[in-house]
């Protein structure tokens, strides 16, 4: 069972917002910065968001995140069929000594 | 532009030890601001960190795995490894080799392709 916890799936169809939620505790998401990673399939995870939301260059404006308090949470607007992915949350935890990982959300677009 | 590659055997029996290389390309693992990366990902999807090390040899470990693994890193080579002692069924998995950029949260910039790890009798 993961630390941090994300629905597991999500939808929308092309143009449409969506968003995905992960909620942590206080010895990860609440004292450390999160990142989120995007994994098409059968590639490896890609990193979309930094430092809670910051965009590495190449990452388009229509993907954005916040945080807030013990959960952080991931939007991507504007939808397209190339978003259908795994999206995963991550955070440093202070009482684990652990870099720990969301469960994954699968995002589909209908 | 840095990218990264895994090797390693594919197939293990039990209770072998299962050895990774990860090679780097297009930037020197000297960098400093970087940590050199393994995680692991289970056929159901879930992310397993494992640990990492900076390029003067300091590691961190998950505790879960603390007692079963090594990483080591080889600069003159730009390369980095991953053994794992003892392995089981458990420890079947897709493996990345990665980049952990400081500098970002401890954001993982950088991912290999990965290489799957079957462990079977």
């Known amino acids: 069972q993961s630390v941090l916890t994300q629905p597991p799936s999500a939808s929308g169809t092309p143009g449409q917002r969506v968003t995905i939620s992960c909620s942590g505790s206080s010895s990860n998401i609440g004292s450390n910065p999160v990142a989120w990673y995007q994994q098409l399939p059968g590639t490896a995870p890609q990193v979309l968001i930094s430092?809670?939301?910051q965009r590495p260059s190449g990452v388009p404006d229509r993907i954005s995140a916040s945080k807030s308090g013990t959960s952080a949470s991931l939007a991507i607007s504007g939808l397209q069929s190339d978003d259908e992915a795994d999206y995963f949350c991550?955070?440093?935890?202070?009482?684990?000594?652990?870099?720990?990982f969301g469960s994954g959300t699968k995002v589909t677009v209908l | 532009q840095v990218q990264l590659q895994e090797s390693g055997p594919g197939l293990l029996k039990p209770s072998q030890t299962l050895s990774l290389t990860c090679t780097v390309s297009g930037g020197s693992i000297n960098s400093g601001g970087f940590y050199w990366s393994w995680i692991r990902q289970y056929p159901g999807k879930g992310l397993e960190w494992i640990g990492y090390i900076s390029y003067s040899g300091s590691t961190y470990y998950s505790p879960s795995l603390k007692s079963r693994v090594i990483i080591s890193v080889n600069t003159s080579e730009n390369k980095f490894s991953l053994n794992v002692t003892s392995v089981t069924a458990a420890d079947t998995a897709v493996y990345y080799c990665?980049?952990?950029?400081?500098?970002?949260?401890?954001?993982?910039?950088?991912w290999g392709q990965g290489t799957m790890i079957t462990v079977s009798s």
């Open positions: 990665a980049r952990t950029d400081m500098g970002l949260g401890e954001a993982i910039d950088i």
């Open positions: 991550s955070a440093w935890d202070d009482s684990l000594n652990v870099y720990v």
């Open positions: 430092k809670n939301y």
